[in-house]
């Protein structure tokens, strides 16, 4: 029961992010809504065994700021190969090894990478991700490793592991 209530919680707060200020019908309509979903697929979000402290918390919050910031940068990159008359550009698929555990993890590890302009993830293949990158700078496992999820996943560990 307190698992749930705490996930009601934290569906609320994203409402409320989502929707400030709140009303009066909003505030309503979010309590409401927080609560359906906490019924319908707590047992779904308990399954992923996600635990939830004053720490990881804190990680993911850096985590986003720090996604955010790498979104950016990778965006400014892009932008540059595209304007530049050269467009100096060397696509390419490469596999990347994660040291990451969960699944959970793995999965927004490769919703990160996807999610930074000028990488897409392909395919997770147990500790492996196969990325397309739009300037190989890497071909070896470690150096690709290192270069395109290293940012990351120090931060994924904190949160999931």
Same mark, same amino acid.
């Given at each position: 029961?307190?698992?749930?209530?705490?996930?009601?919680?934290?569906?609320?707060?994203?409402?409320?992010?989502?929707?400030y200020?709140? @009303?009066?019908?909003?505030?309503?309509?979010?309590?409401v809504?927080?609560?359906?979903?906490?019924?319908?697929?707590?047992?779904?979000? /308990?399954?992923?065994?996600?635990?939830?402290?004053?720490?990881?918390?804190?990680?993911?919050?850096?985590?986003?700021?720090?996604?955010?910031?790498?979104?950016?940068?990778? @965006?400014?990159?892009?932008?540059?190969?595209?304007?530049?008359?050269?467009?100096?550009?060397?696509?390419?698929?490469?596999?990347?090894?994660?040291?990451?555990?969960?699944?959970?993890?793995?999965?927004?590890?490769?919703?990160?990478?996807?999610?930074?302009?000028g990488?897409?993830?392909?395919?997770?293949?147990?500790?492996?991700?196969l990325?397309?990158?739009i @300037?190989?700078? /890497?071909?070896?496992?470690?150096? /690709?490793?290192?270069?395109?999820?290293?940012?990351?996943?120090?931060?994924?560990?904190r949160?999931?592991?």
């Amino acid at each position: 029961m307190k698992g749930r209530f705490l996930f009601s919680l934290i569906l609320f707060f994203i409402w409320f992010l989502l929707n400030y200020p709140l @009303n009066k019908e909003s505030f309503i309509s979010g309590v409401v809504l927080a609560g359906l979903l906490s019924v319908i697929f707590y047992r779904r979000f /308990a399954a992923l065994k996600v635990r939830f402290s004053v720490g990881k918390v804190f990680w993911a919050v850096v985590y986003l700021f720090v996604l955010f910031g790498e979104i950016i940068k990778a @965006n400014l990159d892009v932008a540059w190969r595209l304007l530049h008359p050269k467009m100096p550009i060397r696509p390419g698929i490469v596999e990347i090894k994660t040291t990451l555990k969960s699944d959970f993890a793995r999965v927004v590890l490769a919703n990160s990478i996807t999610l930074t302009p000028g990488t897409f993830t392909l395919d997770i293949l147990g500790d492996s991700l196969l990325i397309h990158w739009i @300037n190989v700078k /890497a071909e070896d496992r470690e150096g /690709a490793s290192q270069i395109i999820a290293g940012r990351f996943e120090k931060f994924l560990k904190r949160i999931f592991e």
